[in-house]
């Protein structure tokens, strides 16, 4: 198991999706995985200090772990499957250790709210992780901006291309354009 801690939450810019991004505790790798709105908001909110008037989800959950008596000892990102990663809650109850189902998400989400370490397989590390001197830059912050899949540009088959011929009045209305005089009515 890897120890990781929650180095930024990101909106997507293009199409906002949210995501979180975990750092290894011991070396420069990163674990990137697409998140939920509002599990990005209550990550977000509990590392910020941001109080609420009623409880969220994981504050719920939160409260009934630790009213039953229990204590969550960490969480554990196990598995990746078809591009979908599995977590587990660690719960120590009565003196037994009891392992919950959970997404990665919810589980960080109530991971920063109970202060228990974050952990990652070794195995869903060396499949998803990236460092930052092969697929992971860093903003001026020197925080990790998520890798971009390159997309090959499609190729230009002969029905897309452009018959300039017909845009032979748009060429001549462009020629008698006098763009000098933009500058002159500033």
């Not at 939450?9 to 998140?35: C, F, G």
């Not at 709105?37 to 609420?52: G, H, K, R, S």
Request: with cysteine.
């Amino acid at each position: 198991m890897i120890e990781v801690e929650v180095n930024s939450v990101r909106v997507s810019l293009t199409n906002q999706q949210r995501m979180v991004v975990l750092k290894d505790m011991h070396a420069e790798r990163y674990l990137p995985i697409w998140i939920g709105q509002f599990e990005a908001e209550a990550i977000t909110m509990q590392l910020q200090e941001v109080e609420q008037k009623r409880p969220l989800t994981h504050d719920l959950l939160k409260s009934t772990i630790l009213a039953m008596g229990g204590t969550v000892r960490h969480i554990l990102i196990n598995d990746l499957r078809n591009d979908i990663f599995y977590a587990r809650l660690v719960i120590e109850l009565g003196g037994r250790l009891i392992e919950v189902d959970s997404r990665p998400s919810d589980a960080i989400a109530l991971a920063v709210r109970v202060k228990c370490p974050i952990f990652v397989s070794e195995a869903v590390m060396d499949k998803s992780a990236v460092e930052p001197e092969d697929d992971l830059t860093l903003d001026e912050d020197n925080e990790p901006t998520p890798p971009r899949a390159a997309k090959p540009l499609p190729e230009t088959s002969e029905a897309d291309k452009v018959d300039t011929s017909k845009l032979s009045a748009f060429a001549d209305f462009l020629d008698t354009l006098d763009l000098d005089d933009l500058d002159k009515d500033s």
